[in-house]
């Protein structure tokens, strides 16, 4: 072959190539959108391989109502109610329960112990409680990978800390996960004490990082017995590998708060608060000690069941997405602290993921909805511990205001109305009543609850997602929990593809066609960088034969 003909052939080569990559790799050829009529949609092809389950319904013995025990267990319909052993113990405490239900939990034998009956009322009241601070989502030294994996929503891992009961054991499910032990997950327990009971609260620092706990409305004394911290302040933070314990007899009753005085604005943000509630003192009142996860009061206390037929804890908490990367990206203890305390400025600091009770929506329908019937009085403990204010919103129904930060309003000031605005660290308990009346309620439904602020409904900036919920009527569930007649949407939002932005919008809705193709998502740089050489490659042919033409006319003139 001669040698002027090998860049044609070449080019001619190169140029065919990349037009068979560009025209038959599925890839690449076809956009990232919704797809023409009568095509096929690889992507939701791919997109359903990634879309869970709804509800994985692992455990559909503890939606039952049982007794463990000598502890009875109201039934929970959700996806994932809380472990009924779980519920039990924290209610006799680790020392008072069978062994057989103490291996049913992750707690460890000196998380709850309940003393003596000292004023013969039928309950304990001297109760000691153990706590530890948890890393989740956090960076391991093995390996890119992270360790005690804990998703807010599909595929959403953000870095947290949380306090938890002090555990035994390893704090994954087991030797071939990185997935969080069920009791290691956010948000921190709500804790319920005993109106006048002794209490004591460890802190058992277990993290890299110093901590506290600041009893937040709660009635306590600046200082211990012994003449220690006690309110929980930077100035006494408790050192990785120390423990500190705070001593309590609360005399005022309500729904109050605890979190981290240490770097309280990192520190809260990161997850490390929770609700604290101090019920009534009554006769034989057992109160659940820790409510862990699900927002469901599945023990409640003598005088909230006397007065409502149920109760549930709801915790409203933000993520700034910087914030939690940093204990993605480093496992020196020296390097997270520099990051997290000095080039990271929370002023600057942005609210990215809104959760209620640890989840995101999707994830709040399985374990956060606030599941009733007709003619109901259900109290909702609400606290905000998020950056920003919460404008509750509950589709379909009018609560009441019973009670601002712990103190019980009286009747004649009590309001009814359907946004709640709860200031940062504040609380609010509702009365809600599901009385079909044209005010308490519109009826029977799956009514949407939510932070009416707008960017509360978004994770990252993608809407459904943030802190929506459901007040969701029993008969409009299925046997799993879940609400019904949203098929269509859980086939789209189940999706990590969906929050990856990887996924075109409306893509597998009955109206899709109607819009029309929405084209790619984001530039496809490999499919314009194949069509700029495949170009580039016929504009070399072009001026090839052009300057080949141009040689032979002048060869022609020369002879």
């Known amino acids: 072959m001669k040698k002027k003909y090998l860049i044609p052939l070449l080019a001619l080569l ?30 939701s092809a791919d997109a359903t391989l990634s879309t869970e389950q709804p509800c994985p319904n692992e455990h559909p013995e503890w939606r039952q109502a049982q007794v463990i025990d000598g502890v009875s267990i109201t039934a929970s319909p959700a996806c994932q109610p809380d472990n009924p052993y779980d519920v039990a113990t924290a209610v006799k405490g680790t020392n008072n329960v069978s062994m057989a239900t103490l291996m049913q939990t992750d707690l460890a034998q000196d998380a709850l112990v309940m003393g003596d ?3 013969n009322d039928g309950d304990p009241d001297v109760i000691h409680i153990k706590l530890e601070v948890v890393e989740l989502n956090g960076a391991s030294p093995d390996g890119t990978f992270l360790m005690n994996t804990y998703d807010i929503a599909p595929g959403i891992q953000p870095g947290l800390w949380v306090y938890a009961p002090k555990s035994r054991g390893m704090g994954v499910k087991n030797f071939n996960s990185k997935v969080a032990a069920p009791i290691l997950r956010a948000p921190s327990p709500t804790i319920r004490v005993e109106q006048g009971d002794k209490v004591f609260i460890t802190l058992e620092n ?16 600046w200082m211990t017995a012994a003449g220690h911290d006690n309110d929980g302040m930077e100035e006494h933070a408790v050192y990785p590998g120390k423990s500190h314990t705070y001593e309590i007899q609360p005399r005022h009753t309500g729904s109050m708060l605890y979190h981290c005085h240490v770097q309280t604005a990192q520190h809260m943000m990161m997850g490390l608060g929770g609700l604290f509630v101090v019920e ?13 996860g699900a927002g469901h009061v599945r023990h409640p206390s003598v005088a909230v069941a006397k007065a409502y037929s149920q109760e ?28 997290m305390a000095r080039d990271y400025n929370i002023t600057e600091s942005f609210e990215n993921y809104f959760l209620l009770n640890g989840h995101s929506f999707p994830f709040t329908l399985r374990d956060s909805m606030v599941i009733a019937n007709d003619n109901e009085n259900i109290k909702l403990r609400v606290g905000n511990l998020q950056r920003a204010t919460v404008a509750l919103h509950i589709h379909g129904h009018k609560a009441t205001i019973t009670s601002y930060d712990g103190v019980e309003l009286p009747e004649n ?13 504040q609380r609010v308990d509702l009365s809600l009543k599901t009385q079909n009346n044209g005010l308490n309620s519109y009826g029977p439904g799956l009514w949407m609850f939510h932070d009416h602020v707008p ?33 269509a949407l859980f086939s789209q939002i189940f ?65």
Request: a negative charge.
């Open 14 to 43: 190169v140029t065919a190539l990349l037009a068979v990559a560009v025209f038959w790799h599925p890839q690449l050829a076809e956009p990232a959108g919704i797809d023409a009529p009568g095509t096929v949609n690889r992507q």
């Open 280 to 292: 009534e003192n009554r006769p034989n009142n057992w109160v659940q000690t820790f409510n862990i």
């Open 117 to 119: 009956d000292v004023d």
């Open 495 to 559: 999706s990590k593809d969906y929050y990856a932005k990887q996924q075109a919008v409306w893509q597998q809705a009955d109206y899709a066609k109607v819009l029309g193709d929405a084209g790619v998502i984001a530039p496809n740089y490999v499919q314009i960088i194949i069509f700029g050489l495949s170009v580039g490659s016929l504009v070399g042919l072009l001026i090839w034969a052009l300057n080949r033409k141009q040689a032979n006319k002048t060869d022609k003139d020369k002879q």
């Open 413 to 425: 000031q009590q309001i009814t109305r359907d946004v709640f605005d709860i200031a940062t660290a």
């Open 455 to 487: 960017t509360g409904t978004t994770s990252d900036g993608l809407e459904p997602g943030g802190n929506m919920a459901i007040l969701a009527y029993q008969p409009l569930l299925d046997e799993r929990g879940m609400p019904k007649m949203h098929d």
């Open 206 to 221: 277990t993290h890299y990082l110093p901590h506290t706990i600041h009893l937040h409305g709660v009635d306590h004394p």
């Open 312 to 339: 549930y804890d709801l915790l409203y908490q933000s993520v700034d997405k910087r914030l939690a990367a940093i204990v993605q990206t480093a496992n020196d203890p020296r390097l997270v602290a520099q990051r």
